[in-house]
């Protein structure tokens, strides 16, 4: 496999940021779209209660693909990091490792998902007469919970060696393949939610099997070689280190989605429905998020595995003044056009209201999100992952279920549901600011010394260039017990 790498640790940090987030931006929105083309054909096709079947699934789909991004996160920061020190022995371990533990977190979510999932729904009080359509399209969705694993994992390796460009081609495949099952299962055959699990579980199994066929054949050094797949206990420790957090973050962000649908599923299948169809939409401004955060997380493992780390600094600051224009930008076309955007999932005008009602809310607050999933994002590359874990435990689900019993019993009211979001974005972006106010050393102003090569200044001083870590070096804060050596501290205690 022939790859065109972007060099993160030279020239201009925005340029390189942004030229390595496009192909990922368009590839989660390629992702997207697989959500997006479902609703939209079942919506159009098989009515509003097997639509709103689709949307009650929503929060517990999340909890799994969030978990399965989490452990991907993982391996990719371990993999930009050993890259960038051009640790081949250890890019050959978190390879291995990685698909390792995705083989086995994929068929425990599959077989946790078709056998627990539609029991969720019955808690989360889904409407009697959409719960039948949700429960069938959720245990064939989970079906697909190790394609799910293997492919996160795939695309999260290669994007922590620098490409971007395979994920996105093997992901356009697979929404070119869902649409057209989509159509064909949905539209021609009638099936129902049941041709949409389908089409979904048959397209994100090609994707997983074409990123590892190219992973096997690839003459690079992290070439997976499926024989020698298997746990090597000191990167899964570094991959867990960062990919548990990360995938308990998301699982609690939408666990308190879990508590929030429950609570709109009150208003009906007509609200369900146009919450669903929201969400779809605001997506597109969501993935776009995604794909920023992981560039930027990315970039900061990249550059602090090569000693960079003037670079680290300059670019979370680069990366949020790009993030809020970009999500800027985009909601603001969103919001111009929510009614005819609402009209494409379905015409039955309470559905529309509740769909257009949603998008203002969101979409008018969606860059407090942003701005904090870029900080986390960064602190994950430096290797601190545990505060953006705190954060969403804390001003996430936290305040969301704060917001759900002590403010909704007083202004019960779809608008009130909503406002939710924009107060946890709030509070994250708050804790955020004022953790890394509190933790000025956390960013290291100063590169790492280089043993082969200096710079002489003018008064004759020698500057540090870019250096390269230990082929074996530890995580950012930890002693490396192959040798012995004090790593390199990021601050004066652990976060």
């Known amino acids: 496999m022939r790859i065109r790498n972007i060099n993160l640790t030279e020239g201009s940090i925005w340029k390189q940021v942004f030229a390595f987030a496009l192909p990922l931006l368009i590839t989660n929105l390629m992702q997207h779209f697989y959500a997006v083309a479902d609703l939209m054909i079942v919506g159009n096709y098989s009515g509003i209660d097997a639509m709103a079947?689709?949307?009650?699934?929503?929060?517990?789909?999340?909890?799994?693909?969030?978990?399965?991004?989490?452990?991907?996160?993982?391996?990719?920061?371990?993999?930009?990091?050993?890259?960038?020190?051009?640790?081949?022995?250890?890019?050959?371990?978190?390879?291995?490792?990685?698909?390792?533990?995705?083989?086995?977190?994929?068929?425990?979510?599959?077989?946790?998902?078709?056998?627990?999932?539609?029991?969720?729904?019955?808690?989360?009080?889904t409407p009697a007469d959409i719960l039948p359509h949700a429960a069938e399209y959720l245990r064939i969705y989970f079906i697909s919970g190790l394609a799910v694993m293997v492919y996160n994992m795939g695309a999260g390796i290669l994007r922590g060696v620098g490409d971007t460009r395979h994920p996105f081609i093997y992901l356009s495949i697979g929404v070119v393949l869902n649409i057209a099952l989509d159509f064909l299962f949905v539209g021609v055959f009638r099936w129902g939610v049941k041709g949409a699990g389908w089409s979904y579980v048959i397209a994100q199994t090609v994707v997983a099997l074409l990123v590892t066929i190219s992973l096997v054949r690839s003459l690079t050094p992290f070439r997976l070689f499926l024989l020698d797949i298997a746990f090597h206990w000191d990167v899964l420790r570094r991959a867990l280190k960062v990919g548990v957090p990360a995938g308990l973050q998301a699982a609690i962000v939408a666990l308190s989605n879990v508590f929030l649908q429950s609570v709109i599923n009150k208003f009906g299948k007509h609200a369900v429905a146009g919450i669903s169809a929201a969400s779809r939409s605001d997506g597109i401004v969501f993935v776009l998020i995604t794909g920023l955060t992981l560039a930027a997380m990315t970039f900061t493992g990249v550059n602090m595995g090569a000693g960079r780390y003037d670079r680290v600094r300059k670019g979370l600051r680069q990366s949020l003044v790009l993030t809020f224009f970009v999500v800027?930008?985009?909601?603001?076309?969103?919001?111009?056009?929510?009614?005819?955007?609402?009209?494409?999932?379905?015409?039955?005008?309470?559905?529309?209201?509740?769909?257009?009602?949603?998008?203002?809310?969101?979409?008018?607050?969606?860059?407090?999100?942003?701005?904090?999933?870029?900080?986390?994002?960064?602190?994950?590359?430096?290797g601190h992952s545990v505060f953006p874990m705190v954060i969403s435990l804390i001003c996430m689900a936290g305040v969301r279920l704060a917001w759900i019993y002590i403010v909704l019993p007083v202004w019960n009211s779809f608008d009130v549901i909503l406002l939710a979001y924009p107060v946890s974005w709030f509070a994250s972006l708050l804790g955020y600011l004022i953790y890394l106010k509190m933790k000025e050393g956390l960013l290291p102003k100063q590169d790492a010394p280089s043993e082969e090569s200096t710079e002489e200044t003018a008064e004759g001083h020698a500057l540090p260039m870019r250096g390269e870590t230990e082929a074996n070096s530890a995580f950012p804060g930890e002693v490396n017990p192959d040798t012995a050596e004090e790593p390199l501290t990021l601050s004066g205690e652990e976060s």
């Not at 056009?337 to 998008?359: K, Q, S």
């Not at 969101?362 to 986390?376: P, R, V």
Request: with cysteine.
């Open 328 to 382: 800027a930008a985009v909601s603001a076309i969103l919001l111009l056009f929510r009614m005819p955007i609402a009209l494409l999932f379905n015409a039955d005008p309470e559905v529309v209201y509740y769909t257009t009602r949603a998008i203002l809310v969101i979409l008018s607050f969606y860059w407090l999100f942003a701005l904090g999933e870029i900080m986390g994002g960064v602190l994950r590359g430096i």
């Open 53 to 125: 079947g689709i949307g009650a699934t929503a929060s517990i789909i999340n909890m799994m693909i969030g978990f399965s991004l989490g452990l991907g996160t993982g391996c990719s920061v371990v993999t930009a990091q050993v890259n960038g020190a051009q640790d081949y022995d250890g890019l050959y371990k978190t390879v291995h490792t990685g698909y390792a533990l995705a083989l086995l977190t994929g068929v425990l979510i599959s077989l946790a998902g078709v056998f627990c999932a539609p029991l969720l729904l019955v808690k989360m009080g």
